[in-house]
């Protein structure tokens, strides 16, 4: 243990602040005298801290730099001399008090959220940011899209902007302002702009398809009011000058591509106390009610939010201008007038279908209510099928056999369970179509350099984690692959230039966590996808397997107390599983019957909805006949096994990309807003800025710098510091290393 000299600045580890700073009075054999520096969190006093046993708290060396106004100099916290989870911390509250919300750790920014609008993206900022503007390699959100945008101006390369963050950290608001730059800042000069008229069509486009998407993907949570449900990629495309033919060296934007991820369309026929379903359900319902809306909204007027058994009730004050400007984003990306009371229609017929009851009648059931004004028939009249095949449809079963059909009949819980997966599958397709409908119009090109912008939903960990978290959770481990590649591959260059020994097992790597989820054939979600096909394959027996298979794994644990679930060590910590229902989830199910029914529409953009539409789960027979009996066939769809696809399709192409990164920080779990003004107090919750900066691999990258390089000086200032042990040049003349290596072993610092 290295000993602390009297007014020695340390770091203490402490539950309500993860580290205090404090100044060392004196030290004994046993007990370590220091006074804490000011904190307006925690009271202040001296304290005589146990230097030994189990309540002995980890000390760290403080170093004086980041003393007092000392954060704000630091941009780039790797310029910080000794870097570890305590001086980040402190410097991002410190910065952060300041409204100084961004900051670099080596390449990857890091953005805290205010919750509160900040004169940070002004036009001077998008100027000041821009080509030919004051070049500025300041942490701010536009510089990130300026470096993107100057790959693709310089080397005309194609780039990837990655986010990520808990929900509520600030994604989405971040993803906005990457693309309101790249649309804006690859805009030529101020002259061009005049004679052109402001934003292109395509600009308008892109711009205008955010609220659309927000409006049918986004929602109210407990953790954020306008929370994305789903996940996005979209690719901005640039066509080079020359092939503009005009005089201005950017590249303009002409094209663009929207790619969504797990809709979570559950929420369509529940939401948990709180929170609401997608925010367009509320918009038509407050517009149908409101005097100034001139759209027709059939199916929406004459009915208010109690009208509907699918939708928490819970109203928001500017729903009708919301209303509003999802017109003008449909308007903007092409939707024609038929489509957009096409889609209003749908939407009302999912909220009719949720009001759709039925009764049992021993192993049948029928529907309760059927008259002309009855919930039933007013969703056929909107989808435009027949009203008596609709409950047949809802209540029966044919299977085709080789003796022929069957017709069985449903109880009542599973004709209802039918009809939400209808309604699922109706918004989703909605949401869909949408989404293919703003490609269409935008346009997309091949061989174009892109700049891609990845908005998609953080680790995620709650009291009951199903399908949902699953993929989730996996879709960020395969991203902290990504990320810990990307930052193994910038350091190990540094070494190699520095000429510095490293060891490999320095750096994080969770390819073991991602063999256990997606290996072939033993991988938790590729058996997963295998017990769906399975005849009499179940969620328990699944998880059974995975146990047997797995329970040697050092990423996987289970309770036996706990029957049905399993726990995964991931990368960002670990996570309890609940099994219930996975197998009901991946396979989503829409009944034949009904697919056929909606097939049936006498509207085309219905029968669209359904186009696509010819999955069969499990093992099936075929109908072609081998003359030696029937071959059995196995449909494989399940959400898992697209999703993986999808996302082995987004990481190809990611990979292609040169990526930026930017780690959204959520400042405390309540969304409080920051103060400077009439507080001194901006709400900068430090337990849980600590868990998400570890999560985010925020700390790995850094583990990983410090694994070539503990300490980092410049060279200058290394010498200024007097050590005898400084060679005379740094090779790189970047930053003083091998000197740095005798003093990994000299100041033996940090952990004591
Ligand atoms: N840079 C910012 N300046 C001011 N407010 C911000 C900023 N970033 C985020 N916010 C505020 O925080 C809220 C939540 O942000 P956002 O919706 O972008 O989070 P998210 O990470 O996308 O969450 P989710 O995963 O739930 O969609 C926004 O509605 C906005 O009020």
Redesign the pocket.
Known sequence: MATLAHDELIWVACPARVWRAARVLSTGDDVLSVEYEADDEVEEEGAEIPLHGKSAPKLLRRNAVLVGEGAMRYDNLTEVPELHEAAVLHALDARFRRAQ?YTFTGPVLL?V??????P??GPEQLRSFGRGGATSAAPH?YGIAARALEGICARYESQTVL?S?????????????VMQFLALASKPGEDRSKRHGGLSPVERQVLGSNPLLEAFG?AQ?L???????FGKYIELQFAKPAALGDDVPNPRMTGARIHTYLLEKVRVIRQQEGERSFHIFYQAIAAAQSQDSEMELEGFRGFGLDSFKYLNKQESPNEVEDFEATLAAMDAVGLSKTEVTQIFRTLAAILHLGNVTFESAGESSHVVEKGPSSPLALAAQLLGVDAQRLPTALTRRVRQTPEGSITSTLTAPKAANGRDALARHLYHAVFNYIVQRSNTTIGFQPNLSFCGVL?I??FEFFQWNSLEQLCINYTNELLQQYFNEFIFQNETSLYEAEGIRWDAEDFPDNTTILELLHGKMEGVLPMLEEECFHVGGSSEAWCNKLVRLHERNKHFAYDKLKKGTFIIRHFAGPVTYHCTEFLEKNKDELSPDLVQCLKGSEEPFVRGLFEHLDRVFGVGQSTSDTGRGRVLKAQRYSVSGEFRQQLKELLQQIQSTQPHFIR?I?PNPK?Q??RDREATKPFFDRPSVAEQLSYQGVLAAIKVARAGFPVRFWHSEFLRGGSQRAPETGRSGRRCPEGLLAWKVALSISII
């Open positions: 919300i953005a959220n205010p919750f509160r609008s900040l940070l993206y959100v986010i963050g808990e929900s509520g950290a600030g994604k989405t608001e971040t993803t906005k302002f986004n949570t953790r954020n009011d306008n929370s994305s449900r908005d939903f953080g959204c959520k969304n807003a920051f």
